[in-house]
């Protein structure tokens, strides 16, 4: 799946993310399953969503301006050696029986914190290793292969071993990050990051000035600045349709708690087609194209599992959905990376996640309260939210160009 077409450096790091996939999708099952059993209010269940990204209002730019200066392939290895203390922590809280509300959120957000240094070196590290032509090729590989371990390994394994043990998967966890910490420091010199890699200093700056330097770069690109708006708003809409989901499916569509991963493979094969199609797509049709039909049809898809509250159309649902979200952001994050200069491509991610991301708790929280009134209701409106933002921006979206007709700034 990794393509030996595209390099071994690109290979390493496939490889070294398939074990941190691994861990982050036994965490993403855990997490709400575990705070299931603690409480059945609605509001602080979705509070698990919210408090998951609610770092990345505080801790994204930072870690951007982090990455622009140390070897990126030490970020993705401390990273993944905090997250495996959490895990550990997380692990024995749960076999103490110490675990509560409380502490599940404190252990999810100091992972969210180093979540945001794990993700923006994932991100910088694959433009350093590949060339710009191959960039939808590669976010496809990257993209796929956490869907499959995270869904198609990870879900129905750890919600199934709820009912033997839930100490199984999260001691799994623990072990995929390790590993996947370890791995991160075989990788090649070149994914360390220009800045690195070719042995120059870079003169340093007052922390202020970088991050205003991320945000100048997105504020001045008429690409980018619109881009990052449309894209904010359609995350707070499918934030409030899914914060959540895991009761819609449980109590509603009647989805045993055993059989909840099973059921989200559906998210995993829609993913899966997503990511496979989406570099062949934009080859034939053009990335700008692609990305607006992904864009409405992934949000008309959530006000489908709404209007019709079934587990078959709950799973075609999720299904068009996740593949349509999963083009998208193989297709946005080549656009990108196209078009941000490797000096910057840590700030400018960071401050892009920071709105992007930082809106999504205040999301969970709004689709929380909304299912206080009926567990179809944040479909509904949050799907309708994103559907409408997909149309207004439709004719923009339609008109971006490929990642490699992108003229590169200085």
Known sequence: MADSSLGSGFRNVFVANLGSS?????ARVAAPLLAVRLTDDPLLISGIAAVALLPWLFFAIPAGIVLDRIDRRRALAMANAVRTVLAVALLVLTATGALTI?????????????ETLYDGAIRAVVPSLVERHNLPRANSRVEAGEIVVQNFAAAPFTSALFAVSVLIPLGIGVLGYAVAGLLALWLPLAAAGAHRADGATRERVPWR??????????LG??????LWFLSTVVALGHSAATATLVLYVLDRLGVPEALFGVFMLSMALGGIVGAWVASPAKERFGAGPVMAVASLAS???????????????????LAVSSGAVTAWNVLVMSLRQSIIPSRLLGRVHGTWRTLLWGVVPLGSVIGGLLARIDLVTPLLVGGGLAALTSLIGFRFLYSLPDPEDVTVPG
Do not use: C, K, S
Request: charged residues 10%; hydrophobic residues 60%; aromatic residues 16%.
């Open 299 to 317: 949000a008309l898809a959530l006000v489908a599992i709404g209007v019709w509250p079934t587990v078959v159309g709950g799973a075609v649902g």
């Open 22 to 26: 691994l861990a982050d999708g036994i």
């Open 209 to 218: 000035d970088e991050v205003r330097q991320g945000l100048r770069f997105i």
């Open 221 to 226: 690109n008429p690409m980018l600045r619109p």
């Open 102 to 114: 409380w502490w599940l959120y404190a252990v999810i957000f100091v992972y969210g914190a180093f």
